[in-house]
């Protein structure tokens, strides 16, 4: 058992990665100012046309790196990382600068850096 033991720790090595990943927001759509459940944002439906009217919501986004899962469940941890916004606007707006629209505006880049090891034999 330790010749074993001292044989897998003389072949195993330890790989490290280290990087990020990056999102680009350029536009976001949100005409009848939903939630991702289909809530409304602030206040309660319109009774004629069920359209949510009080108010706009107020829009950020959050990214989570996490392991593959066939259902994504929000409640556990990001284990590879995370990264939000500030709030960018409302129900529909770009990111597109307003002198050069060729260029993205910065706010609504996410950028999430990212480090962990892996085993490796060798």
Known sequence: ???????FACCFQVSRSTGYFEVQ???VENVNGE????ECCDGSRDSLDLRCTRDECDTYFRVCLKEYQAEVLHKRPCIYGSGYTQVLGGNTFSLKSKN???KLDEAGRILVPFQFAWPVSG
């Open 1 to 7: 058992p330790r010749v074993m033991g001292l044989f």
């Open 100 to 102: 050069n629209p060729n």
């Open 35 to 38: 939630l991702a459940d289909g």
């Open 25 to 27: 927001l350029i536009s």
